[in-house]
């Protein structure tokens, strides 16, 4: 629970606060330490979204990813 | 975009798993962070490594390295308020008694899944609120967060710990580790700066958490080993960035200042702990308590061993035997992130 964090998607926002969609489920999360738009995907911990997701990064990865589990890395 | 199951393919792991393989080199790698002790054990990966990599768990869970002193004062905290907890702190056994107990025998004890929570309740009662503000750098910034948003009955009784200063003391000890699998969500926030001294000297991957990043992890790691390396690498790149979440470290630091830190295991550690500044005084609940407690570790539990990765569970006299889950003799057989727990309920020990 400590240091467990899951993606969420952001359905709504208004000021600091937001609502996420995780698997059909909604909850309340503080978006203070974070600049968020609705459809993005963000960290939430503890109620607190502590990092956005970033895309571009995460197809990197899998590339990376792909590369290594074939040999190439 | 799918952020969990593209890192969950099953085939893609095993592929990994398969280059891993081609390393022969006997090494000891260690997963710093509970979570990762979890999903290591949950997803089986250490059925996909070669016998001659072996994982060992750190000191990453916040429960489990937070001293005997700490949990009975903090139990203390019930006669000066309400308490308000993560769920993972509830049963965890102190010298003399545990919030459970304190509980069933009519202490306020209320377990919330987020700090701000604890705030609401503050807003609709006169009575004092005490959270207990356990955690790395990951939930510490949420924590100070709620004590600059809260009414004057809300307190924190704090008790966070800061993660490098935690590796340092145990690279200056006796067990031999040749890399670190490094928190995913303590570097989301923190960012790599922190961990620069270990640049030079030790191998070190910032890892997701799904089952293809930790073997992609691992195999970083190995390749740096090969390639006589001992870089910060991220592999979690979709989170972690090298400079961290600013504003979660800056407000952190507004409400908190390093100071020394007992840990279970590890000992007093130099500026491993954050303690509230005193323009936030009035929202310490550790000077609440006034009692001097003879706090003490249970006997036979070797939690502080398996917290450096120098025993494993099993190794335990007490596992699965005496200590379980719904008795437990030490943390980390209670928090969702204990290595004790991670065994007992995957079945590593049969
Ligand atoms: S099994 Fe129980 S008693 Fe043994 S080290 Fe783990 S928590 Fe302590």
Redo the contacts with the bound molecule.
């Keep these: 629970m400590m240091c467990l964090g899951i993606p969420v998607k952001v359905v709504e926002i208004s000021g600091n606060s937001a609502i996420g969609e995780i698997g059909g489920v909604k909850r309340k999360i503080d978006i203070s330490f974070v600049d968020v738009k609705v459809g993005d995907y963000v960290i939430l911990h503890a109620g607190f979204a502590i990092q956005k997701l970033d895309e571009e990064e995460a197809e990197e990865t899998l590339k990376l990813l792909r590369e290594m589990s074939d040999g190439l890395y | 975009m799918d952020y969990i199951n593209p890192f969950r393919d099953s085939e893609m792991c095993s592929a990994l798993s398969k280059e891993i393989k081609k390393f022969g080199r006997e090494v000891r790698f260690m997963e710093v962070c509970g979570t990762h002790t979890m999903a290591i054990h949950r997803y089986g990966l250490k059925s996909l490594l070669p016998e001659n990599i072996r994982l060992l768990s750190g000191p990453g869970c916040p429960v489990?390295v937070t001293s005997s002193m700490d949990i009975d004062r903090m139990i203390a905290c019930t006669h000066a308020g309400i308490v308000a907890t993560f769920g993972d702190m509830l049963r965890v056994p102190g010298t003399f008694s545990s919030l459970e107990k304190e509980k069933a025998k009519g202490a306020d004890v209320r377990v919330v899944y987020s700090p701000m929570d604890a705030v609401e309740i503050a807003r609709k009662t006169a009575k004092n609120v005490i959270f207990l503000g356990v955690g790395f750098e990951t939930t510490a910034p949420s924590v100070a967060q709620a004590i600059k948003s809260s009414p004057e009955n809300f307190m924190v009784y704090p008790m966070h710990k800061l993660v490098p200063p935690a590796l340092k003391k145990l690279l200056e000890g006796k067990n031999r580790i040749d890399g670190f699998l490094l928190p995913g969500h303590v570097c989301t926030v923190t960012g790599t700066k922190g961990y620069e001294f270990l640049k030079g000297k030790i191998p070190c991957v910032v890892s997701g958490f799904e089952p293809a990043d930790i073997l992609a992890s691992i195999l970083m790691l190995v390749k740096q080993i090969e390639e006589g390396k001992a870089d910060i690498e991220i592999e979690y790149g979709r989170s972690v960035k090298r400079e961290g979440n600013q504003k979660a470290m800056e407000t952190m630091y507004e409400v908190y200042e390093p100071s020394g830190a007992l840990w279970r295991g590890l000992g007093y550690i130099e500026s491993s702990g954050l303690s509230i500044r005193k323009e936030f005084g009035s929202k310490d609940a550790s000077a609440l308590i006034k009692e001097e407690f003879e706090s003490e570790e249970?006997e036979?539990?070797?939690?502080?061993?398996?917290l450096q990765g120098l025993?494993e569970?099993v190794?335990?006299?007490?596992?699965?035997r005496?200590?379980?889950p719904l008795e437990?003799?030490?943390?980390?057989?209670?928090s969702s992130e204990?290595?004790?727990?991670a065994?007992?309920k995957y079945g590593g020990y049969a």
């Design positions: 489990c249970r036979g539990c070797r939690c502080g061993e398996v025993v569970p190794d335990c006299p007490l596992f699965s005496v200590c379980t437990p003799i030490g943390p980390c057989m209670v204990g290595t004790c727990a065994y007992y």
